[in-house]
């Protein structure tokens, strides 16, 4: 199957400080990306979705200015977490769907945020 | 999208078939049923989809009921890598998937 790429697996930071989560899409063009993330014991939760040139959407109750989806081109998406807390600690992973697929998603290997 | 239905946990020896089912009783005409699974702190993995036709590929079977109310995802021959958390999930192609609670299939030695 198709391969989507997430950098960095893990990272820690401080609190207060803006962290970005790239999502590559390695042999695939991907028209729309979804970044996803799952707290500890917990289901994975729809954050929003990430449309080729133009801007995001967001789920309800996900803050757009703390969340900065950037999807500039066809093979990557980026999620910054700006002004980071500990609650926001949190797996992150991102989907993309191939666009000459059938509406197949593939997943990233996920981002294991800790925020100190 | 439709809701689905899973068990929370089931049980399997290895090297017995899995059956995982799933109740999609209020799917529509044009959403599909997908099966993921998450193995603890990875991303879901992609195993099968369907639309109403019984599917397989070299990982899984997948039957659809011929109402379409309901499925059951089949690990032929069950390892110790198939613990995992699966996912049944109904939607519209081209569409974000939604995830619910899942099963988590725990396979015995």
């Known amino acids: 199957g198709a391969v989507v790429s997430q950098h960095p697996s893990w990272v820690i930071c401080k609190s207060g400080t803006s962290v970005k989560i790239e999502c590559r899409s390695l042999?695939?063009?991907?028209?729309?990306m979804f970044w996803y993330r799952q707290f500890p014991k917990q289901s994975l939760m729809l954050m929003a979705t990430?449309?080729?040139?133009?801007?995001?959407?967001?789920e309800q109750g996900v803050e757009k200015d703390k969340f900065l989806i950037n999807h500039a081109s066809l093979t990557l998406s980026t999620l910054t977490v700006t002004s980071a807390h500990p609650e926001d600690s949190s797996f992150y992973i991102c989907s993309a769907r191939d666009k000459g697929q059938a509406g197949e998603l593939f997943f990233g290997e996920g981002s294991r945020l800790t925020v100190l | 999208d439709a809701k689905t239905t899973q068990p929370p946990s089931m049980d399997c020896a290895e090297g017995r078939a899995a059956n995982l089912p799933c109740n999609h009783s209020t799917i529509s005409g044009n959403e599909y049923v997908y099966w993921y699974r998450q193995i603890h702190s990875q991303g879901p993995q992609y195993i099968i989809h369907g639309l109403k036709n019984n599917e397989t590929n070299e990982m899984a079977s997948l039957i659809i009921t011929e109402d379409r109310k309901s499925s059951t995802l089949i690990l032929p021959h069950a390892t110790l890598r198939d613990t995992a958390v699966y996912y049944c999930?109904?939607?519209?192609?081209?569409?974000?998937?939604?995830f619910g609670k899942g099963t988590s299939l725990l396979v015995t030695p």
């Open positions: 999930i109904v939607r519209n192609s081209g569409y974000a998937l939604n």
């Open positions: 990430s449309n080729e040139g133009s801007k995001a959407t967001y």
């Open positions: 042999d695939f063009q991907a028209t729309t």
